[in-house]
Protein backbone atom coordinates (compact mmCIF):
# COMPACT_ATOMS: atom_id res chain seq x y z
CA UNK A 1 0.00 0.00 0.00
CA UNK A 2 1.18 3.15 -1.10
CA UNK A 3 1.89 5.06 2.26
CA UNK A 4 1.23 8.59 0.72
CA UNK A 5 -1.94 7.51 -1.20
CA UNK A 6 -3.40 4.29 -0.42
CA UNK A 7 -6.18 2.78 -1.01
CA UNK A 8 -7.15 0.84 2.47
CA UNK A 9 -9.38 -1.90 2.60
CA UNK A 10 -9.64 -0.68 6.36
CA UNK A 11 -9.19 2.56 7.79
CA UNK A 12 -8.88 2.26 11.88
CA UNK A 13 -9.82 5.31 14.30
CA UNK A 14 -8.38 5.92 17.09
CA UNK A 15 -11.05 7.94 19.47
CA UNK A 16 -9.21 10.13 22.04
CA UNK A 17 -6.82 12.80 20.19
CA UNK A 18 -8.11 11.96 16.44
CA UNK A 19 -11.70 11.79 16.65
CA UNK A 20 -12.31 13.86 19.78
CA UNK A 21 -10.10 16.65 20.94
CA UNK A 22 -10.34 15.04 24.78
CA UNK A 23 -6.72 14.34 25.54
CA UNK A 24 -6.16 17.29 27.75
CA UNK A 25 -9.56 17.05 29.43
CA UNK A 26 -8.69 13.45 29.93
CA UNK A 27 -5.21 14.46 31.89
CA UNK A 28 -6.90 16.72 33.98
CA UNK A 29 -9.37 14.43 35.16
CA UNK A 30 -6.94 11.95 35.93
CA UNK A 31 -4.23 14.39 37.90
CA UNK A 32 -7.49 15.32 40.30
CA UNK A 33 -8.90 12.06 40.71
CA UNK A 34 -5.21 10.59 41.57
CA UNK A 35 -4.87 13.87 43.86
CA UNK A 36 -8.25 12.80 45.74
CA UNK A 37 -6.42 9.81 46.82
CA UNK A 38 -3.36 11.39 47.60
CA UNK A 39 -0.94 11.03 44.25
CA UNK A 40 0.69 13.81 42.64
CA UNK A 41 0.25 13.43 39.14
CA UNK A 42 0.73 16.69 36.81
CA UNK A 43 -0.87 17.03 33.60
CA UNK A 44 2.20 16.98 31.88
CA UNK A 45 3.33 14.25 33.83
CA UNK A 46 -0.12 12.69 32.48
CA UNK A 47 0.18 13.09 29.16
CA UNK A 48 3.92 11.99 28.87
CA UNK A 49 3.25 8.88 30.76
CA UNK A 50 -0.50 7.52 29.67
CA UNK A 51 -1.25 8.91 26.04
CA UNK A 52 -2.85 6.40 24.20
CA UNK A 53 -2.86 3.84 27.09
CA UNK A 54 -5.59 2.56 28.75
CA UNK A 55 -6.70 2.41 32.82
CA UNK A 56 -5.30 -0.69 32.79
CA UNK A 57 -1.87 0.94 32.17
CA UNK A 58 -2.04 3.44 35.11
CA UNK A 59 -3.01 0.69 37.70
CA UNK A 60 0.29 -1.22 36.65
CA UNK A 61 2.68 1.90 36.92
CA UNK A 62 1.49 2.38 40.08
CA UNK A 63 1.69 -1.28 40.97
CA UNK A 64 5.29 -1.11 39.78
CA UNK A 65 6.10 1.74 41.95
CA UNK A 66 4.67 0.03 44.87
CA UNK A 67 1.85 2.01 45.26
CA UNK A 68 -1.15 0.60 44.43
CA UNK A 69 -4.37 2.82 43.28
CA UNK A 70 -7.00 2.45 46.19
CA UNK A 71 -10.63 0.14 44.91
CA UNK A 72 -12.17 3.22 44.28
CA UNK A 73 -9.51 4.99 42.17
CA UNK A 74 -11.10 3.87 38.74
CA UNK A 75 -14.89 4.21 39.06
CA UNK A 76 -14.33 7.62 40.00
CA UNK A 77 -11.91 8.15 37.60
CA UNK A 78 -14.82 7.19 34.90
CA UNK A 79 -17.26 9.32 37.19
CA UNK A 80 -15.25 12.41 36.68
CA UNK A 81 -14.17 11.46 32.55
CA UNK A 82 -18.05 11.06 32.27
CA UNK A 83 -18.96 14.40 33.61
CA UNK A 84 -16.24 16.34 31.85
CA UNK A 85 -16.94 14.85 28.46
CA UNK A 86 -20.51 15.35 28.47
CA UNK A 87 -19.99 18.97 29.31
CA UNK A 88 -17.04 20.31 27.66
CA UNK A 89 -16.08 17.49 25.35
CA UNK A 90 -15.61 19.49 21.50
CA UNK A 91 -14.72 17.26 17.56
CA UNK A 92 -11.60 17.49 16.48
CA UNK A 93 -12.22 19.57 13.94
CA UNK A 94 -13.17 18.62 9.95
CA UNK A 95 -13.25 15.31 11.40
CA UNK A 96 -16.52 14.57 10.73
CA UNK A 97 -16.26 15.82 6.47
CA UNK A 98 -13.26 13.71 6.45
CA UNK A 99 -15.26 10.33 7.81
CA UNK A 100 -18.50 11.34 5.42
CA UNK A 101 -16.68 11.26 2.44
CA UNK A 102 -14.47 7.75 3.07
CA UNK A 103 -15.36 5.11 0.36
CA UNK A 104 -13.03 2.22 2.07
CA UNK A 105 -14.69 1.07 5.55
CA UNK A 106 -13.82 2.30 8.86
CA UNK A 107 -14.08 1.81 12.41
CA UNK A 108 -12.48 3.05 15.70
CA UNK A 109 -10.16 1.21 18.00
CA UNK A 110 -9.54 2.97 21.22
CA UNK A 111 -7.80 2.14 24.68
CA UNK A 112 -10.71 3.69 26.75
CA UNK A 113 -13.43 1.62 27.55
CA UNK A 114 -16.73 1.10 25.73
CA UNK A 115 -18.90 3.30 27.43
CA UNK A 116 -16.01 6.60 27.19
CA UNK A 117 -16.11 5.88 23.66
CA UNK A 118 -19.73 5.88 23.12
CA UNK A 119 -20.56 9.27 25.11
CA UNK A 120 -17.34 10.79 23.11
CA UNK A 121 -18.80 10.18 20.16
CA UNK A 122 -22.80 11.06 21.31
CA UNK A 123 -21.68 14.17 22.59
CA UNK A 124 -19.60 15.33 19.60
CA UNK A 125 -22.29 14.11 16.75
CA UNK A 126 -20.02 11.58 15.26
CA UNK A 127 -21.90 8.04 16.74
CA UNK A 128 -23.93 7.96 13.42
CA UNK A 129 -21.11 7.35 11.45
CA UNK A 130 -19.68 4.30 13.20
CA UNK A 131 -22.80 2.48 14.03
CA UNK A 132 -21.41 -0.52 15.93
CA UNK A 133 -18.06 -0.67 14.70
CA UNK A 134 -16.07 0.34 17.82
CA UNK A 135 -13.71 -1.84 19.38
CA UNK A 136 -11.72 -1.05 22.63
CA UNK A 137 -9.24 -2.26 25.26
CA UNK A 138 -11.70 -4.13 26.91
CA UNK A 139 -11.99 -6.86 24.49
CA UNK A 140 -8.26 -7.90 24.20
CA UNK A 141 -5.48 -8.92 26.45
CA UNK A 142 -3.03 -6.58 25.86
CA UNK A 143 -3.92 -3.18 25.33
CA UNK A 144 -1.47 -0.65 23.28
CA UNK A 145 1.17 -0.46 22.74
CA UNK A 146 0.97 -4.40 22.16
CA UNK A 147 -0.84 -5.76 18.40
CA UNK A 148 -4.00 -6.98 19.94
CA UNK A 149 -6.36 -4.44 19.34
CA UNK A 150 -5.70 -3.49 15.96
CA UNK A 151 -5.26 -7.10 14.65
CA UNK A 152 -8.88 -7.91 16.46
CA UNK A 153 -10.56 -4.76 14.95
CA UNK A 154 -8.95 -5.98 11.48
CA UNK A 155 -10.47 -9.83 11.85
CA UNK A 156 -13.83 -8.42 13.17
CA UNK A 157 -13.92 -6.33 10.21
CA UNK A 158 -12.65 -8.90 8.17
CA UNK A 159 -9.84 -6.73 6.68
CA UNK A 160 -6.17 -7.87 6.11
CA UNK A 161 -4.00 -6.13 8.30
CA UNK A 162 -1.20 -5.15 6.15
CA UNK A 163 -4.12 -3.85 3.86
CA UNK A 164 -5.39 -1.46 6.92
CA UNK A 165 -4.61 1.81 7.95
CA UNK A 166 -4.50 3.31 11.24
CA UNK A 167 -4.89 6.87 11.96
CA UNK A 168 -3.19 7.50 15.77
CA UNK A 169 -2.13 10.26 17.74
CA UNK A 170 0.00 8.75 20.76
CA UNK A 171 3.23 7.21 20.51
CA UNK A 172 1.98 4.02 21.87
CA UNK A 173 -0.66 3.59 19.08
CA UNK A 174 1.71 4.14 16.62
CA UNK A 175 3.66 1.43 17.85
CA UNK A 176 0.69 -1.15 18.41
CA UNK A 177 -0.30 -0.44 14.46
CA UNK A 178 3.25 -1.15 13.17
CA UNK A 179 3.60 -3.78 15.59
CA UNK A 180 0.30 -5.25 13.76
CA UNK A 181 1.97 -4.34 10.22
CA UNK A 182 -0.23 -2.27 9.48
CA UNK A 183 0.04 1.62 7.92
CA UNK A 184 0.08 4.54 10.32
CA UNK A 185 -0.59 7.85 9.98
CA UNK A 186 0.42 9.83 12.64
CA UNK A 187 -2.29 13.35 13.43
CA UNK A 188 -0.98 15.86 16.31
CA UNK A 189 -4.11 18.42 15.45
CA UNK A 190 -5.38 17.94 19.09
CA UNK A 191 -4.88 20.36 21.75
CA UNK A 192 -2.56 18.39 23.83
CA UNK A 193 0.19 18.89 21.17
CA UNK A 194 -0.31 22.52 21.78
CA UNK A 195 3.10 22.96 23.24
CA UNK A 196 5.28 19.56 22.48
CA UNK A 197 6.48 18.41 19.29
CA UNK A 198 4.16 15.92 18.04
CA UNK A 199 5.99 15.75 14.45
CA UNK A 200 9.48 14.33 16.31
CA UNK A 201 7.57 12.21 18.71
CA UNK A 202 5.11 10.17 16.57
CA UNK A 203 7.63 10.46 13.72
CA UNK A 204 10.53 8.83 16.00
CA UNK A 205 7.57 6.14 17.01
CA UNK A 206 7.36 4.83 13.31
CA UNK A 207 4.62 6.89 11.77
CA UNK A 208 4.38 6.56 7.78
CA UNK A 209 3.34 10.23 7.95
CA UNK A 210 2.37 12.43 10.62
CA UNK A 211 -0.44 15.35 9.90
CA UNK A 212 -1.88 18.44 11.48
CA UNK A 213 -5.12 19.26 9.71
CA UNK A 214 -8.09 16.81 8.93
CA UNK A 215 -8.49 18.94 5.71
CA UNK A 216 -4.77 17.35 4.63
CA UNK A 217 -6.05 14.12 5.40
CA UNK A 218 -5.54 12.71 1.98
CA UNK A 219 -2.85 15.05 0.86
CA UNK A 220 1.21 13.74 0.25
Not at 121 to 147: E, I, W, Y
Not at 157 to 165: E, G, I, K, T, V
Not at 194 to 208: C, F, I, N, T
Request: proline share 4%.
Amino acid sequence: MDQNRPEPDLIIFDCDGVLVDSELLSCRCLSEVLAEFGIALSEGQALELFLGRSTKAIEQHYRDLGQAVPDGFLPRLKSHVLNSFAGSLQPISGVADVISALRAPFCVASSSDIDRVSLSLDVTGLRSHFGNRLFTAQMVKHGKPAPDLFLYAAARMQADPSRALVIEDSVSGVQAAKAAGMTVWGFVGGSHYGARDGQALLSAAGADRVFARMSDFWEA
